[in-house]
């Protein structure tokens, strides 16, 4: 599986980003989806994850409310919507794909295969 994210860029504080996660390969829809990020400075961080039925999702508490994973499978896409940005949520963002067996893993290590990244900035 191949993943290309997009849809990063500058965004005043408040404002919202849509980020998407381009996958190739025929499996895509088995496998847990998942968005981390990387602040500078930072370690790579949970976001959200979404089973691949879409029947469950995951968030961590940071982004909670305000974030919404969701996935086409039909498209091999996965997309991040981000409402109420932060400057706190400045950060390089990545998507990932994980064999997971169903679970839905805030664990960076459970996935297998990951994007190039795309940059957010938030400005106050």
């Known amino acids: 599986v191949q993943l290309q994210a997009s849809g990063g860029g500058l965004v005043q504080a408040g404002g919202s980003l849509r980020l998407s996660c381009a996958a190739s390969?025929?499996?895509?829809?088995?496998?847990?989806m998942g968005w981390f990020r990387q602040a500078p400075g930072k370690e790579r961080g949970f976001v959200a994850a979404v089973h691949w039925s879409s029947t469950s999702t995951y968030y961590a508490d940071s982004v909670k409310g305000r974030f919404t994973i969701s996935r086409n499978n039909a498209e091999n896409t996965v997309y991040l919507q981000m409402n109420s940005l932060k400057p706190e949520d400045t950060a390089v963002y990545y998507c990932?794909?994980?064999?997971?067996?169903?679970?839905?893993?805030?664990?960076?290590?459970?996935?297998?295969?990951w994007g190039q990244g795309t940059l957010v900035t938030v400005s106050s």
């Open positions: 390969g025929r499996t895509f829809s088995s496998y847990t």
């Open positions: 990932a794909a994980g064999a997971t067996g169903g679970r839905i893993s805030p664990w960076g290590h459970d996935y297998n295969y």
